[in-house]
């Protein structure tokens, strides 16, 4: 309980829950109460509903509790269960709430209501392999999984053990969000990176300091040099959208110019079948003076 924490607790930057919407609303509620008595600032809230919670029936408890965060994070599967997309009739289900599509569309729905005290929160749907979906008012970025699916579609063999990624990943998210002046997009590369040592073995990862006191996990990677490879992934993986667009733009306008001379040769097609002389399209204007003239003088008697 929030009146539970020590003091050095009370004074946080950011806040963390896994539990129901209503404990969430009760613990930012008290959370804030406590800092006010005692002229602390409000903190960021980061909740992660608890799976059981996650239903269709739940989901207007769910928005009123967004209102109060200012993260909502929960896995695609939560995800889609709250917001009703699950029947459980496919086999396949899981892997459809994986496609960008999907992820887009679902963070699209979480963003239709506010979230945070002014509505500028954001929504982060964690994507297992694919990653995580990014959503705010603004902007929707997809972040890459530190390890990805194996181009044949197969496990990563880094990938020994799944449990607790999302609460790492959340975790590390956090760290993020203080070292990036509270960008959610850079804060999710941390948050990956994160999720990468929990995953390569069953319990928790292995901690060392190397000769020059520097941090390594598990295989003798450090964080800051995964970081520093995730980065580079993203920034990759936007240059080839960007040439994507650029290509799809750059066809779109031939296709524009090539209609645009269609019309035109056509035009002159029908003049000179019409008239014999080429101009502007339908009648010249040699055309609407005859009929002019023909029209308004009668016949000489």
């Not at 964080?223 to 490879?229: K, M």
């Not at 003049?271 to 609407?288: F, I, Y």
């Amino acid at each position: 309980m929030p009146t539970d924490l020590p003091s050095s607790y009370l004074n946080a930057k950011v806040f963390h829950f896994i539990c129901s919407a209503t404990r969430a609303t009760h613990f930012v509620t008290e959370i804030l109460r406590l800092r006010d008595k005692n002229s602390i600032s409000p903190p960021v809230f980061v909740w992660e509903p608890v799976p059981d919670f996650a239903s269709a029936e739940n989901m207007q408890s769910c928005v009123e509790a967004m209102r109060m965060v200012d993260v909502v994070s929960p896995n695609h599967e939560e995800a889609a269960a709250l917001l009703g997309l699950v029947t459980g009739a496919d086999d396949e289900e899981d892997e459809k709430f994986l496609t960008d599509e999907m992820l887009m569309l679902m963070a699209d729905k979480f963003l239709a209501y506010p979230i945070g005290r002014n509505g500028s929160g954001c929504v982060i749907i964690r994507a297992s392999h694919r990653g995580c979906i990014v959503g705010t008012r603004e902007k929707k970025e997809i972040i890459p999984a530190y390890w990805t699916s194996s181009k044949d579609g197969s496990r990563n063999p880094h990938v020994v053990d799944v449990t607790g990624a999302g609460n790492s990943f959340c975790g590390g998210f956090m760290a993020g969000l203080l070292k990036s002046n509270f960008d959610v997009f850079e804060a999710a590369l941390y948050g990956s990176v994160s999720a990468s040592f929990i995953l390569e073995q069953f319990g928790t990862p292995i901690l060392s300091i190397d000769e020059r006191g520097n941090e390594t996990w598990n295989t003798g990677d450090s964080p800051q040099v995964r970081l520093n490879n995730l980065r580079q992934r993203v920034k990759e993986k936007l240059k080839e959208k960007l040439k994507v667009k650029l290509k799809e733009r750059i066809r779109e306008k031939k296709q524009k110019q090539q209609n645009i001379n269609g019309i035109e040769t056509g035009c002159v097609g029908k003049e000179v079948k019409d008239s014999g002389e080429s101009g502007d399209c339908g009648n010249t204007k040699d055309g609407l003076d005859r009929e002019s003239v023909g029209d308004s003088v009668s016949p000489v008697d």
